[in-house]
């Protein structure tokens, strides 16, 4: 069932960022914890970008952490422009559209999900007793979930690169659910490029290639197989049904090999502008160093920063192991439990990243509660909704009133602050649970639809 004025409430989207890059003067956003992060920051850029032009190298003083990618493309437009406009307004402009080229990419994901989803039923004898219940456009509710979701209007208008890896994360789901490998590459290379925790992502995006789009387990295949042999089912039918999930290694090979050829395209790329004023060496040591050795431990919204400014320093190398594996040790069981839905796989991974990241941001969140549209169906029957939908509200409100009575007002301490990001960690771990459940609940659903 698709939305009515889709398109006025996205064109509607889009001119309220535009609004404020354009009109709302400086809302000072570039400056906040929640939005702006030592990997993200646009200031910070402006800087390496300066450096590079003065013929040093842009990692020097401990000030830029990204990618030189960055530096070519977005460096030029953080200059003052004519008219004494602000530095920023050209970037921003370009996000808005970033924002938007993601969404309708979410879009197209979604309706990817959804004709994988209803062949599946249909297959399964399922599609009135399941669409009965809910049949929305999945597709279309993610891509105003993104356009509209507070946390990704901020981050395109707060200055900050946080728009652009989600840009790349979403075009890798895409061309994953696609099956177009050369495209699934290229957002995988970019993606990892920019920030290192995309790389847990091979594993659905390896699924999504194998399998295919999201589909109920296999096992509820054999049981319709089984009792269409007592039924005297067709031939033609039962091949039909036990061929839904077949690994196609030759375009997981094609993928692996438009890897390669992405990987060295950007390290070439890397080197090149970085010549004469540091190289990889640097570049790796500057970027996937800092995100691991959590060195900058200025405010944000999670929870590391201040663990590791009061740990002993005797104790802080065991601790990053410790956190650092803690992303590694969930991908193999949840692999193992959501092999069949690779995609919503890659939701849960990308949650489980936006709330264990040393340097996460608003746009983490904004990016994992529009992939969580995708599965509207699925999750139709989700509990703690209500719980969610006001903690969200309610950390969002209490974050910068906790940052002004600690660092403005001197009236609060650092634990002001530690405690809303804790209680966003919290919600956060509560929506992957119950996400999860939800889906394995699903599952079951299917399995006695089937078996009655």
């Given at each position: ?263 060295c395209y950007v390290l070439l790329l890397s080197s090149i502008i ?111 909704t209500f719980f969610l939908f006001f903690g969200y509200i309610g ?58």
């Open positions: 069932m698709a939305i009515r004025y889709y398109w006025p409430m996205v064109a509607a989207a889009v001119g309220f960022r535009l609004v404020l890059v354009l009109f709302g003067g400086d809302l000072h956003l570039a400056s906040r914890p929640e939005v702006s992060t030592p990997l993200t920051s646009l200031r910070r850029l402006a800087e390496g970008y300066w450096l590079n032009q003065a013929s040093m190298s842009p990692y020097s003083g401990s000030m830029y952490h990204g990618s030189p990618l960055l530096l070519s493309v977005l460096g030029p437009l953080t200059s003052k422009g004519s008219g004494g406009k602000h530095a920023h307004v050209y970037c921003s402009l370009i996000l808005v559209a970033v924002d938007f080229l993601a969404a309708m990419l979410i879009r197209a994901t979604g309706r990817r999900l959804q004709m994988s989803r209803n062949r599946s039923l249909k297959s399964l004898d399922l599609t009135k007793a399941v669409n009965s219940s809910a049949n929305v456009s999945a597709g279309d509710i993610a891509s105003l979930i993104y356009l509209w979701n507070p946390w990704a209007i901020v981050t395109c208008v707060g200055s900050c690169t946080s728009p652009i890896e989600n840009l790349m994360v979403v075009i890798m789901i895409y061309g994953a659910c696609s099956r177009l490998a050369p495209l699934a590459a290229f957002g995988y290379v970019m993606a990892t490029h920019l920030s290192l925790y995309p790389a847990i992502l091979i594993v659905p995006v390896i699924l999504l290639l194998g399998y295919g789009p999201d589909a109920p387990p296999t096992k509820v295949f054999l049981l319709k197989s089984s009792s269409a042999c007592k039924s005297d089912m067709s031939e033609y039918e039962k091949q039909t049904s036990l061929k839904v999930r077949r690994f196609s290694r030759i375009t997981v090979l094609n993928f692996i090999f438009w890897l390669f050829i992405w990987s970085l010549k004469k004023v540091g190289g990889l060496n640097e570049m790796f040591e500057k970027t996937y160093g800092f995100i691991l050795t959590v060195k900058d431990l200025s405010p944000n919204i999670g929870v590391l920063w201040y663990f590791f400014a009061e740990v002993f320093d005797f104790f802080r190398s065991f601790f990053l192991i410790v956190f650092n594996m803690n992303i590694i040790f969930v991908v193999l069981p949840l692999a193992i439990r959501l092999k069949h839905r690779p995609c919503f796989l890659a939701f849960v991974y990308t949650a489980i990243v936006a709330m264990l990241k040393s340097y996460p941001s608003a746009g983490d969140s904004a990016l994992y509660l529009g992939l969580l549209g995708l599965f509207a169906n699925e999750l139709a029957e989700m509990q703690f950390v969002s409100l209490l974050s910068p009133v906790m940052h002004n009575l600690w660092i403005w007002r001197g009236t609060g301490n650092a634990n002001f602050y530690f405690a809303t990001g804790l209680a966003y960690t919290c919600l956060q771990t509560v929506l992957v649970v119950e996400s999860v459940g939800s889906m394995i609940k699903h599952d079951r659903k299917l399995r006695l639809l089937v078996t009655s």
